[in-house]
């Protein structure tokens, strides 16, 4: 029942703008696409909406005293595809399908820097481009990786990789 609750709620909100319960409404519309939000290996459709919705609250409301809780539930639902691009990188390796797995560890680098997966997929990257034979470009993402994370948790791998560079 949470799509006929956004749907009420959006429908609340967009035929009476200036009510004092369009607010309200904007944020309850979120929280239904968050209760509708699935397990990361889902399809993410209701996860999306719910973070447009909360960043439409944050821009239209950033003095009200919601808009914490909602950046907090943004960055829970962007881990949360983070996850899921990470989670496919991960089993395209296990398949035998680097290029492919390059693929999502770069959805990971380039879309999900806030979370903590960010970190991982460098490694990641590193490991299967290192396996590829792509040696320079292992070379410049080594040097990004220390740039960013000189003390992060696979420096000592990666260091140890960067030595098998020929």
């Given at each position: 029942?949470?799509?006929?609750?956004?749907?009420s709620f959006n429908q609340l909100r967009r035929s009476?703008?200036?009510?004092?319960?369009?607010?309200?409404?904007?944020?309850?519309?979120?929280?239904?696409?968050?209760?509708?939000?699935?397990?990361?290996d889902r399809d993410q459709e209701y996860t999306r909406?719910?973070?447009?919705?909360?960043?439409?609250?944050?821009?239209?409301?950033?003095?009200?005293?919601?808009?914490?809780?909602?950046?907090?539930?943004?960055?829970?639902?962007?881990?949360?595809?983070?996850?899921?691009?990470?989670?496919?990188?991960?089993?395209?390796?296990?398949?035998?399908?680097?290029?492919?797995?390059?693929?999502?560890?770069?959805?990971?680098?380039?879309?999900?820097?806030?979370?903590?997966?960010?970190?991982?997929?460098?490694?990641?990257?590193?490991?299967?481009?290192?396996?590829?034979?792509?040696?320079?470009?292992?070379?410049?993402?080594?040097?990004?990786?220390?740039?960013?994370?000189?003390?992060?948790?696979?420096?000592?791998?990666?260091?140890?990789?960067a030595t098998q560079i020929h």
């Open positions: 029942e949470y799509v006929i609750a956004a749907f009476y703008p200036g009510s004092s319960f369009a607010k309200l409404s904007l944020f309850k519309t979120a929280m239904s696409f968050n209760e509708l939000s699935p397990k990361f909406k719910a973070i447009q919705a909360f960043q439409e609250f944050q821009y239209v409301y950033p003095d009200d005293s919601l808009y914490a809780e909602a950046g907090n539930k943004i960055n829970e639902l962007r881990s949360k595809l983070a996850l899921r691009e990470f989670s496919t990188a991960e089993l395209y390796r296990k398949l035998d399908s680097p290029y492919s797995s390059l693929i999502y560890y770069n959805s990971v680098i380039n879309d999900y820097n806030d979370t903590e997966y960010y970190e991982p997929a460098f490694f990641g990257k590193i490991e299967v481009l290192m396996l590829m034979e792509k040696y320079d470009e292992a070379k410049g993402t080594i040097e990004v990786y220390r740039k960013l994370f000189p003390r992060g948790k696979y420096i000592s791998q990666v260091n140890v990789l």
